[in-house]
């Protein structure tokens, strides 16, 4: 058994608390459609990182304002789409056990979709919510974790994360928190890891929060 003593959880969205598998794809194809793009060009870019941090490694000379429509179709395609949208197994529960003051979630995600897929999935929403619209540079940056940290008002060596991409891992790495991934969306995390959320172990105890992981 690993564990950690901290303050605060942050939780990635997609492929951590909710399953958005079907709509992410369906949406992303759409895009790929759009740029004119082969999908499997496109498929290795879709997960936690911004719409408009892929369009700048996929298509650089893209012009400012087509990247701004381009965008904005991704926005409304997706929040649109929530079929199949659901909580992942254990979601539910840990976000109803801790403490609102102490848990937030960070996505790479606008406010408008993040609020479709909680309301889709049927999940408690926290108080904190951080999303591509609080800051300038989303993951792999750490601006998101730093972001949530300190709308909480713990340090970030105090806030676990719980992530299932690789860039959401070197975003948290990066920002000084404890990582533990979930292995929904991807094989490997550069991290400790568990099979899904409901493999991790929340307890509320005395100066904090207990997190656990089996091995």
Known sequence: MRSWLVDA???DLDGTLVDSSGSVHRSWRKLAERIGRPWPEVEPHIHGVPVQQVLARLEPDMPP????EVSEFMIATESGDTEGVVAQ???VAVLS???PE?????????????????????????AV???ADDVEVGKPDPAPFLAGAARLGFPPARCLVVEDAPAGVTSATAAGCPVVGVLTTHDALDAPTVASL???????????IRV????
């Open 89 to 91: 197994p254990g979601a």
């Open 129 to 131: 919510v951080v999303t």
């Open 198 to 208: 409901d493999q991790i172990d929340f307890q509320l105890v005395d100066g904090g």
């Open 65 to 68: 304002a087509e990247v701004a």
């Open 9 to 11: 959880v942050l939780f």
């Open 212 to 215: 656990s992981i089996p091995g």
């Open 97 to 99: 056990l801790l403490p």
């Open 102 to 126: 102490r848990v937030a979630i960070v996505t790479s995600g606008t406010v408008r979709l993040a609020g479709a897929r909680i309301a889709a999935a049927g999940l408690p929403r926290p």
